[in-house]
């Protein structure tokens, strides 16, 4: 059994603590049937990025910041087949509320919509796409959740199902569980991986140590 220690645990949103396929291949196969695009070739960008960086990669001759805004509207109208990843609840629960965050490429009043939705908690820290600069793959992201939680980059541990995610983790010094939930190990090509949410198991190594032991299946 493999097992890592950190003070703080980053989560990314969609496809991590939640399942959101069927809701957001909806909306990219209607936005890519409008502007005359393969809908495959939307989605090897898409996931963990931003929406308004994906459409200028694959339609710059598009005015990204409009299409964006409209783009948004439809998503946070539609919430359904939204729900929690098995074992995300539990697993959340656990967790002291001080010691994790969430990081998404999504707005924060997505977030919010697709986290009740899903019946899961809000975390004290939300970083998302609107709060920084340069979306995943940058670092940005996730040196804004270590930051907000008060925690050096290398006491946290992130959690994520997508390559973008992965890259903006390790260029912030974190340590980065891939969940293969999106992609397969090997798109992945993360250190330590696994194929479900439900296969990590969390504790704090005890009362006056409050590091968390991630043990993974």
Same mark, same amino acid.
């Given at each position: 059994?493999?097992?890592?220690?950190?003070?703080?645990?980053?989560?990314?949103?969609?496809?991590?603590?939640?399942?959101?396929?069927?809701?957001?291949?909806?909306?990219?196969?209607?936005?890519?049937?409008?502007?005359?695009?393969?809908?495959?070739?939307? +989605?090897?960008?898409?996931?963990?990025?931003?929406?308004?960086?994906?459409?200028? +990669?694959?339609?710059?001759?598009?005015?990204?910041?409009?299409?964006?805004? @409209?783009?948004?509207?439809?998503?946070?109208?539609?919430?359904?087949?939204?729900?929690?990843?098995?074992?995300?609840?539990?697993?959340?629960?656990?967790?002291?509320?001080?010691?994790?965050?969430?990081?998404?490429?999504?707005?924060?009043?997505?977030?919010?919509?697709?986290?009740?939705?899903?019946?899961?908690?809000?975390?004290?820290?939300?970083?998302?796409?609107?709060?920084?600069?340069?979306?995943?793959?940058?670092?940005?992201?996730?040196?804004?959740?270590?930051?907000?939680?008060?925690?050096?980059?290398?006491?946290?541990?992130?959690?994520?199902?997508?390559?973008?995610?992965?890259?903006?983790?390790?260029?912030?010094?974190?340590?980065?569980?891939?969940?293969?939930?999106?992609?397969?190990?090997?798109?992945?090509?993360?250190?330590?991986?696994?194929?479900?949410?439900?296969?990590?198991?969390?504790?704090? @190594?005890?009362?006056?140590?409050?590091?968390?032991?991630?043990?993974?299946?």
């Amino acid at each position: 059994m493999t097992q890592l220690e950190c003070e703080a645990l980053l989560f990314d949103l969609d496809g991590v603590l939640i399942d959101s396929h069927k809701c957001v291949m909806r909306h990219w196969e209607e936005w890519a049937r409008q502007h005359g695009l393969k809908l495959d070739d939307v +989605m090897k960008v898409a996931y963990g990025v931003r929406t308004v960086e994906t459409m200028r +990669m694959v339609a710059p001759h598009l005015d990204a910041e409009k299409e964006a805004e @409209r783009f948004a509207i439809l998503e946070l109208a539609d919430t359904e087949g939204v729900v929690a990843m098995e074992g995300a609840l539990p697993l959340l629960e656990r967790l002291p509320k001080e010691a994790w965050g969430i990081v998404t490429s999504g707005s924060r009043k997505l977030a919010l919509a697709r986290l009740r939705s899903a019946g899961l908690p809000v975390p004290g820290v939300l970083v998302s796409g609107d709060d920084v600069r340069q979306g995943k793959p940058a670092p940005e992201p996730y040196l804004v959740g270590a930051s907000r939680l008060g925690k050096p980059t290398q006491a946290c541990l992130v959690i994520e199902d997508a390559p973008a995610g992965i890259e903006a983790a390790r260029a912030a010094g974190m340590q980065v569980i891939s969940v293969a939930t999106t992609h397969s190990r090997e798109e992945l090509d993360c250190l330590v991986g696994v194929d479900r949410l439900s296969a990590l198991h969390i504790q704090t @190594r005890g009362e006056d140590d409050h590091r968390l032991v991630v043990q993974i299946d």
